[in-house]
């Protein structure tokens, strides 16, 4: 796949959720929701400030995101449907806590 996000933006895999609940029962496919769970593919270069100069993206390729409900552009590359989001629409990183170390 040749596509690089610009500027502030990303591309998402969403990652499917399991078909059963904890206890056991199976959810059919008419009951499912869009995952909001993804696995960032591309990343574009940063946004930049009123100086013109470019501010760090925090997202990385392949970090595991959660995002909101209805985020960005759905796409369809090399016959894979993906995601175009802006940064500011991923709530967080999912992923281990890093805990910092008491002095």
């Known amino acids: 796949m040749a596509f690089t996000p610009l500027h502030d ?3 998402v895999r969403r990652i499917e959720s399991d078909e059963k609940t904890a206890g ?3 959810i ?3 009951a499912k929701e869009k995952p909001a769970e993804g696995l960032v593919v591309a990343v574009g ?3 930049r400030d009123d100086d013109g100069k470019r501010i760090p993206m925090d997202i990385r ?3 595991r995101i959660l ?3 209805w985020p960005g552009t759905e796409i369809k590359i090399d016959g894979e449907e993906l995601l175009i989001m802006k940064e500011s629409d991923i709530l967080g990183i999912l992923g281990e806590a890093k805990v910092a170390k008491a002095a």
Do not use: Q, S
Request: no cysteine.
């Open 9 to 11: 933006r990303v591309l």
């Open 24 to 26: 056991g029962l199976i």
């Open 28 to 30: 059919p496919d008419t």
């Open 45 to 47: 270069a940063g946004a």
């Open 61 to 63: 390729e392949g970090d």
């Open 67 to 69: 995002f909101g409900k």
